[in-house]
């Protein structure tokens, strides 16, 4: 999951009215009319027979599940899937291989791009070395530069709020360790747990919950725009500062996290500062993994937040601690193309088969562990959900096709470009970071399988069991969930909410106008210890919730499939 707040995310339209009237659609194997409070058209709702999600559930809960086996190998064998790293190539490999192997067909890698390098860690270590000797538990950023060898050198807090404190530091930097994050970040007793599931309470609410409408993006008036630029700018002077006064290693405290776990992403390449901050797009800033921010990348690291916060007390009472540093990194310039995995089974109405159902969750992680719950888990229960399609024989009218993402991390960039390539693109259309008052007005341009496709399934919350569905503000589809989730309210899953929840690939789906959702999942340690932290680690994750997890979506999937029509699609804004 991608970590920035999305303003589109809260993007909620003034169609939406209070469901009503919903149909009974408990029959088996049988279709059912139901309307909706917006339509009242007729909607043939298919569930399918009991034996065939008894079916579905004994192959995905039962002894035949491969998706901690699956889970191991993309954690523990291949590890962090860094996007464009050879990690991340032999991700893409592995799970093509795997799922041909499974009986899929037309697995492939899917390009897109191009996005820019690969980078790998080939050796590294922290320490303090005096006034005495203690190892530190840091990280090195993604796509950051190697240190000339192993650098000794002080450690040096720049600390600077105003644009007078640049002075207090200017010559004292070269060749030094600084550590940018401020004073120490207070750290509390865990007195509540890491880990917590969704309460019935919390689920009712989101059930029951009705959007209101909003605005079109949550604008910032003048004032607050003006502060947002300030600082960015301040930031970017800072980051000038450092490169032209030659620091040696960047350090900066994790964001959170204690007791050894810290949350580290990509390095800063520095932006140089615009002439004019009026004009200045979000869109054109340097980027770590083009080739381009080389020389304006210092090499730098992340340290847990109660080391940084001991060299900041240290260097507080008059000590000057010396580090040794020492960062080597390899770039992957062979192919700057990002690729996708992708595989089917294939349809066997002849009507139907050129249509499409998809699922998927992206493959790519961060580096400093092996994305377990970020999401490794959800590519693994999309290869499941497949899997128990296939093992349990059925046979789906429409194809089925998986999607493994990557780029995800870096703005959804995977997903985005298929789904241009493959159904279209909203040109124009709201991109990430602040709103750009210059942006063309959004248009959609349909791309040749627009129309071919029924809805696109998400799973990027972590190890959570699935708990529900998202609707993401298209009312048409609650009957259809309602009845989907009907089979399975005894392993937790039940609530159909029209909240919608962003941060992940589906939007690249919803932003075109196509059914594209994620289901409601229970937290567990998500947010608290593994999403993005050097702690997400196949140890993370929660057997029996993954087994859920792929039994549900394969159960959603196969009746996307059988239904004599696609979804209903919301209208478009
Ligand atoms: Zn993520």
């Known amino acids: 999951m991608l970590r920035r707040k999305l303003t589109s995310a809260f993007l909620l339209s003034a169609f939406l009215l209070p469901t009503a009237a919903l149909a009974q659609t408990n029959n088996v194997g049988t279709t059912t009319p139901a309307t909706t409070a917006t339509t009242a058209a007729k909607l043939k709702i298919y569930t399918a027979p009991q034996d065939v999600i008894d079916k579905i559930k004994e192959e995905g809960m039962g002894k035949n599940s491969q998706v ?14 860094l996007t464009n790293s050879p990690n991340m190539k032999r991700a893409n490999e592995w799970t093509r291989d795997t799922m041909t192997k499974w009986g899929m067909q037309n697995a492939k ?14 050796s590294f270590s922290a320490q303090v070395v005096a006034p005495q000797t203690l190892p530190v538990i840091a990280f090195p950023k993604a796509w950051s530069t190697s ?21 207090k530091y200017r010559g004292t930097l070269r060749k030094k360790i ?52 300030e600082a960015f700018l301040f930031n970017l002077k800072r980051w000038n500062f450092l490169l032209q006064e030659k620091a040696a290693v960047i350090v900066d405290s994790s964001s959170k996290g204690t007791g050894g776990t810290l949350f580290v992403q990509g390095a800063t390449a520095v932006q140089d500062i615009p002439a004019d901050m009026t004009n200045f ?7 770590a993994y083009k080739k381009e921010s080389e020389k304006k990348i210092i090499p730098q690291m992340t340290v847990t937040i109660e080391d940084y916060n001991r060299l900041v007390r240290m260097i507080q009472q008059g000590v000057t601690p010396r580090m040794t540093v020492d960062i080597q990194t ?93 159904f279209g693109e909203m040109k124009g259309g709201p991109q990430f970071g602040p709103p750009d008052p210059n942006a063309p007005k959004p248009e959609l341009v349909k791309g040749a399988d627009y129309d071919k496709l029924s809805a696109y399934y998400n799973l990027d919350n972590g190890t959570g069991k699935i708990r529900g ?62 999403h993005h932290s050097n702690q997400d680690n196949f ?35």
């Not at 390009?111 to 790998?120: D, L, N, T, V």
């Not at 797009?281 to 980027?287: G, I, K, P």
């Not at 392993?491 to 589906?506: E, R």
């Open 281 to 287: 797009s979000f869109r054109n800033l340097a980027q």
């Open 109 to 122: 890698l899917v390009a897109w791009g191009p996005f820019g390098r690969g980078w790998s860690l080939k």
């Open 469 to 530: 569905i998202y609707m993401q503000n298209n009312p048409l589809v609650r009957p259809i969930f309602e009845a989907w989730l009907a089979p399975f309210g005894d392993l937790g899953a039940k609530t159909v909410t029209m909240l919608n929840t962003g941060g992940t690939d589906h939007l690249s789906f919803d932003r075109i106008g196509l059914p594209g959702f994620q289901f409601i999942q229970d937290e567990v340690e998500y947010s608290t210890r593994t």
């Open 68 to 81: 901690m086996q699956t889970l191991s190998y993309l954690t523990d064998v291949i590890g962090g899937r």
């Open 178 to 229: 600084v550590l940018v994050s401020g004073d120490p970040k207070p750290v509390k007793a865990d007195f509540d747990g890491y880990g917590t599931r969704r309460t019935d309470e919390d689920l009712l609410k989101m059930a029951n919950a009705v959007p209101q409408a909003q605005p079109q993006q949550q604008q910032l008036n003048e004032e607050q725009q003006r502060r947002q630029r």
């Open 330 to 422: 390899q770039y992957h310039d062979e192919d700057l193309m990002g690729y996708n995995t992708i595989a089917e089974i294939p349809g066997t109405d002849p009507q139907l088969k050129d249509e499409v159902v998809m699922l998927g969750g992206h493959l790519d992680s961060w580096h400093s562990s092996g994305g377990a719950t970020d999401n490794a888990a959800g590519s693994a229960v999309a290869m499941e959900a497949a899997r128990i399609i296939l093992a349990s024989g059925l046979k789906p009218r429409r194809t089925i096709r998986v999607a493994l993402w990557s780029g995800e991390e870096q703005g959804l960039n995977g997903s985005r470009e298929y789904v241009k390539q493959v």
């Open 539 to 573: 140890d993370r994750i929660q057997a029996e919730d993954m087994k859920q997890a792929s039994t549900v979506m394969a159960a959603f999937v196969y009746q996307t499939a059988m239904m004599d029509e696609k979804l209903p699609r919301k209208p478009m804004p």
């Open 147 to 167: 240190t000339k060898g192993a650098v000794t050198a002080d450690v040096v807090l720049f600390d600077v709020k105003t644009e007078a404190d640049f002075e």
